[in-house]
């Protein structure tokens, strides 16, 4: 499991990604020694999940993966983990390290399984769980995605065209983690080139 977290403030529903290339959901109220089983789970990624993300309102999610893609879900699209699984399902066996130092691009291919409402591409995913979040209620609306990656640059996606609208060289080396001021015009990134530096996303300037 290479990530995860709470879906709203209730505390019952919890959301993982894991190198079996799933999201999972699971209510807390329903695990016990004798119950471990998922309620929920989306798929759709080629390669392992690298960092997973709620819009805060326990609908909409996010995943950021290997296969260099993020992906948006609603829960109400989620499969039940007790289905038959697709022969698609398969594609896990060809999961690659990704400790490279080339970016290749992610494919355009669909697994017929895959709910997900938008697939984002453009970011580099290797190396490291680079994780992507929604943007601020407050200052956008949470209209945006942005991420970091492996290349040192910062994206920021359109969350209904996932068209990027913001692309900057903002660090010489991978950025692993960023964050987005709740009030602030303000990202800040932090990277392996050990350097921590904060943006203002509407004119692109450190």
Not at 77 to 101: C, G, I, L, T, V
Not at 146 to 168: V, W
Not at 180 to 197: G, K, L, Y
């Amino acid at each position: 499991v290479n990530g995860g977290g709470f879906l709203d403030n209730t505390g019952h529903l919890v959301a993982t990604g894991s190198d079996d290339n799933l999201v999972k959901v699971w209510d807390t109220r329903l695990l016990d020694d004798s119950r471990t089983d998922p309620v929920g789970e989306f798929e759709g990624h080629f390669e392992g999940i690298t960092h997973v993300s709620s819009k805060g309102d326990g609908r909409y999610l996010l995943s950021n993966s290997k296969d260099q893609t993020i992906k948006l879900w609603d829960l109400r699209s989620m499969h039940n983990p007790n289905e038959k699984k697709a022969k698609s399902r398969s594609d896990r066996s060809r999961m690659r390290s990704y400790f490279m130092h080339s970016h290749q691009p992610s494919s355009r291919r669909r697994n017929p399984r895959d709910t997900s409402i938008m697939t984002y591409r453009g970011h580099a995913v290797y190396n490291t769980l680079v994780r992507a979040y929604f943007s601020p209620a407050f200052t956008t609306g949470q209209q945006y995605i942005y991420s970091g990656d492996s290349q040192g640059n910062l994206f920021i996606y359109d969350i209904l065209t996932g068209t990027p609208t913001l692309k900057t060289r903002a660090h010489r080396g991978i950025i692993r983690d960023l964050s987005w001021h709740p009030f602030r015009p303000e990202i800040v990134t932090t990277s392996w080139d050990c350097t921590v530096r904060a943006w203002n996303p509407t004119d692109n300037k450190e």
